[in-house]
């Protein structure tokens, strides 16, 4: 310990010897170019994009379920673990999104669902794909939504969009809860027998609240029907977030001629919405995911058609605008995720302070060469002023001895002021400069005698 104690005294007193009482100064500069060091690497490290994320999806073997399973195999591949959380619909998703209590990420919603939900920390990622509406029911023929009025109809568990567009379409038919028509909440653990055993007259379906087997199943059983919306083209002039689909006949399946005839129905569009805090390079790889999945044709889209920008409830990421604008960014594009995150981070932490550090190491010596030069100054300002005096204009012997004890006055206060080693040259040339001016005194006084 003695050791190590006297170790540090013997630096301290190189240091002392080098910057003088400045030391301090010198070491608060070197002290704050360490903070802004370690600064620097906390941000380096604290700022790389998560290895994982969390997506709200639907119920267990709904389509978005089925479609988060396949962004997380996408994800995987680069390196990123996608967690998937079950969840009633989409406006189950939405509340998850906007409570900060709730560990999720990312999640799909159907337009159409905000109603006074604040949204203002959530963005969206585009819109994926259309998510038709399907009302499968029993009996007769209907063609209007008015006709189920007096009927029992299931509109979708409670927080799923299936509800929630159920009820505006009930309400803009005169069909709203508490009157004659009985509107059933509760999912049904087998919809297909509740028709056919005449528990229900009518189901209302969509991919967030019901799985693709059900749909099939529905699709598929005699004495069940499909409810034809001709009155698509009305219902999205009324409700301005669906969209008119066609299902052309015979396309479920040829041998059977499911549907029997071309159906219209009506659809909203669903939008990957995320938390304003997701890093950037996982709106790339998400985006790169909704590509995949959702940009081949279907019975309802164009190839290429999803993902887009058409929405109109949340404010676009920034993100998502440059990608479906110039795609990936050059680093993400070129490089597996790992390294251009590796490399984003360089350029956006370490190069700044390179470019900060390295100018203030350099000027680190020129400021204190400076300090030492303000101490230094002032006497030469008096030095000239003394100068000035001797030799301005002819003096007399009492003159000249008040200089020369000006002089040696000057010359005591300089001896009293602590310069570091490394500037010993300004202060031996100031006192070589005193000498000088009192030597050339001396030569005027032996001259006045020797006259």
Partial sequence: MIELKAYFKNIWAKLAAIYGSSVLLMMFWVLGILALICIAVFLFFNSAAPTSLTITTGEEGSIYQKNALKYKAILAREGVTLNIV??????????????????????????????????????????????????????????????????????????????????????????????????????????VEDLLQDKIDAIFVMGDSASLQLIKDLVK????????????????????????????????????????????????????????????????????????????????????????????????????????????SFLYRDFPFWMASFINRILVFLVPLLLILIPAIKLAPSIYRWKIQLAIYPFYKALLELEKDAFGSANDVDKRHEIMNNLDELEAKLSNIKIPAAFADMFYGLRGHINFVRTRLLAEQIADVTE
């Fill in 221 to 328: 059983t005699p004495g069940i029907n499909i409810f034809n919306f001709d009155q698509a083209d009305g219902y999205t002039r009324r409700i301005k977030y669906l969209h008119k689909l066609v299902l052309p006949m015979g396309s479920i399946d040829l041998g059977k001629n499911i549907p029997v005839n071309d159906l219209n129905l009506i659809a909203p569009t669903v939008e990957l919405i995320a938390r304003d805090s997701l890093h950037p390079a996982l709106s790339d790889l998400l985006l790169d995911a909704a590509n995949e999945v959702h940009g081949s044709a279907t019975l309802f889209v164009k190839s290429g058609e999803f993902p887009n920008l058409t929405t109109q409830e949340y404010r676009i990421s920034p993100d998502a605008t440059r990608y479906y604008k110039s795609g990936k």
């Fill in 86 to 191: 079950p969840s009633n619909g989409s406006i189950d998703n939405l509340n998850k999104l906007v409570d900060k209590h709730v560990n999720v990420d990312i999640g799909f919603v159907q337009s159409g669902v905000v109603g006074k939900i604040k949204t203002d920390k959530l963005m969206s990622l585009g819109s994926i794909a259309y998510q038709p509406m399907m009302i499968f029911y029993r009996g007769e023929s209907k063609n209007l939504i008015s006709d189920f009025t007096g009927e029992r109809l299931n509109v979708g568990e409670l927080g799923s969009g299936t509800h929630s567009l159920a009820l505006s379409m009930l309400k803009e038919n005169g069909i709203l809860p508490g009157g004659s028509t009985e509107l059933i909440e509760k999912p049904s653990i087998n919809p």
